[in-house]
């Protein structure tokens, strides 16, 4: 099965910015949606952002609307989400998950029980 590892987590200030990446354990393979989601502590796992493999649909959860942007190069590997004016609120473990068993080239889900794969995490911490 492949593997998912993020990077680029760290401490910032609040209205910094930091980008976050999502790799795979092979040079490249098909799936159908690609999404992160976030936890925070004593919270319950939310959607952030998620891209289709067409590159077409890319939804993303309210709070994060015009500041949050999810993208990839050519080679769709590896993905990235770009955060912009972080807010102390963004402080979470955010994880990176694939849907590679099912679904539409065309239309991203946004529900967690869709993924079937899912990384470890990379801690953000936004300071006010």
């Known amino acids: 099965q492949v593997q998912l590892v993020e990077s680029g987590g760290g401490l910032v200030q609040a209205g910094d910015s930091l980008r976050l990446s999502c790799g795979t354990s092979?040079?490249?393979?098909?799936?159908?949606?690609l999404a992160w989601f976030r936890q925070a502590p004593g919270k319950e796992r939310e959607f952030v952002a998620a891209i289709s493999w067409s590159g077409g649909h890319t939804p993303s959860a309210d709070s994060v609307k015009g500041r949050f942007t999810i993208s990839r190069d050519n080679a769709k590997n590896p993905v990235y989400l770009q955060m912009n004016s972080l807010k102390p609120e963004d402080t979470a473990v955010y994880y990176c998950?694939?849907?590679?068993?099912?679904?539409?080239?065309?239309?991203?889900?946004?529900?967690?029980?869709?993924?079937?794969?899912w990384g470890h995490g990379t801690q953000v911490t936004v300071s006010s």
């Open positions: 998950a694939v849907r590679d068993n099912r679904g539409s080239d065309y239309a991203a889900s946004t529900r967690a029980t869709d993924y079937n794969v």
């Open positions: 092979r040079l490249s393979f098909h799936y159908y949606s």
